[in-house]
């Protein structure tokens, strides 16, 4: 019985002194040969093709994250224009949706701009490239905002004419007051 139990502590020890075997290298020793240096420092790192497969998952990933919030705003949306033109007691409710949506085409919108430029490096994306996002996402935010405000009226552009038939002008001649 001593002699199995030290044959697996034996076994232990080599395995332990054979990291690179454990950690799924197969010639753990190749990689160790001494290599020419530039001095200054390494090199740039070795982009495999698992990395980039990796790195378009993640940004594909992002991307749904930012529609799925960006679709749930418009869908709290539309169910607001719909309970608007119903009738007042609508109106007050299409508010609430308004403001739901709002909550998701904001909150979407702020969660990728934030994960994108601290997943920037590992998504393998650009400065350019983010930039160039990030205007994307800004603008299509701007454009449901512009969208929603005239639609409830708040960018409403009046026009104001002057004319002499005003029922406010006849009616302060009928009160006696002059036009002074």
Same mark, same amino acid.
């Given at each position: ?127 350019? &490239? ?7 996402? &800004? &603008? ?41």
């Amino acid at each position: 019985m001593a002699l199995s139990g030290a044959w697996w502590s034996r076994a232990v020890a080599r395995a332990r002194g054979a990291g690179g075997l454990l950690r799924g290298e197969a010639w753990p020793w190749k990689g160790r040969a001494a290599r020419p240096s530039s001095g200054r420092g390494p090199g740039p790192p070795v982009v495999s093709e698992l990395d980039k497969a990796d790195a378009w998952l993640l940004r594909k990933a992002h991307e749904t994250g930012f529609l799925s919030w960006f679709r749930n705003g418009l869908l709290a949306t539309g169910v607001g224009v719909i309970s608007y033109v119903q009738s007042d007691m609508g109106r007050e409710a299409a508010y609430g949706f308004f403001i739901l949506g709002g909550i998701c085409v904001s909150y979407g919108s702020a969660s990728y701009l934030v994960s994108l430029f601290l997943l920037r490096r590992t998504m393998m994306l650009s400065f350019s &490239t983010a930039l160039l996002n990030c205007a994307a996402v &800004t &603008t299509v935010a701007l454009f449901w905002l512009c969208a929603i405000s005239l639609y409830i009226g708040r960018l409403e552009v009046e026009i104001i004419q002057d004319d002499p038939n005003d029922k406010c002008q006849d009616k302060k001649k009928e009160d006696g007051k002059s036009d002074k």
